[in-house]
Each structure stands twice: as C-alpha cells, then as structure tokens.
C-alpha cells in the first residue's frame, strides 16, 4: 500500500501564497503519477493539476494556470504545489493523489484515474 501525508494548507489573504506538499511512502515503486485535486462542500472532486511520473510532464487545470506550479522531487517521492496570486475561489480542500497501478490511454486529470488519497488539507483565502 502507499501512503500520503499532505502539509501546506492554511489561511492567507487574496494575492497571496501557500506551499503544499505531499509525500508518498510505502511500495512506492509502483507509482506512475501524482496530482492535485480541490474539493468544495457539495461539489465534484476538481482536477487542479498532476505529474506523469514516467514521461516526466505536468498538466494544468486552465483556471489555475499561470498561478500554481506543481514540482517534483524523485528521490522523496514527494510532490509541491506552489500557489501563488491566491484569489477567494481557490479557498477548497485539498487533496493529492498518488496512480499506483499502470493505465492506458489515460491523462491523470479524472479522480477515478488515481488508486491512494492523502486526508485532505484546507485552504482558506480571504477577500
């Protein structure tokens, strides 16, 4: 199994900045990418962002392009999502996930793509 431990979150004003991390441990041997989902009350699991860990290639959802940049490091099997230019409508759960099983055809942007799940972090910006 693996596992995910995610840290970062918090309360910061609008304009500002909030450094997720989220490092997978366990049989980590496996992994094939590693991403970023948001989530508000009520809502749908959002795609935010991922790193195909293979091809060594990060995607962006369009609404947080330019603003976030997700970076790897191989050695720690961790992730960051840095988060800059923070607005009121990024305020959500965040959650990272880890595919821990080989897929086809696929591009990592679905929650249903990814196998682990870390506990969730908040993030809170105020207008």
Request: charged share 20%.
């Amino acid at each position: 199994q693996v596992q995910l431990v995610e840290s970062g979150g918090g309360l910061v004003q609008a304009g500002g900045s909030l450094r997720l991390s989220c490092a997978a441990s366990g049989r980590t041997f496996s992994l094939y990418a590693m991403g970023w989902f948001r989530q508000a009350p009520g809502k749908e699991r959002e795609f935010v962002s991922t790193i195909n860990w293979i091809r060594r290639t990060t995607y962006y959802a369009d609404s947080v392009k330019g603003r976030f940049t997700s970076s790897r490091d191989n050695a720690k099997n961790t992730v960051y999502l840095q988060m800059n230019s923070l607005k009121a409508e990024d305020t959500d759960v965040y959650y990272c996930a880890a595919a821990g099983s080989p897929r086809t055809a696929v591009a990592y942007t679905s929650p249903d793509e990814y196998d682990y799940w870390g506990q969730g972090t908040q993030v809170t910006v105020s207008s």
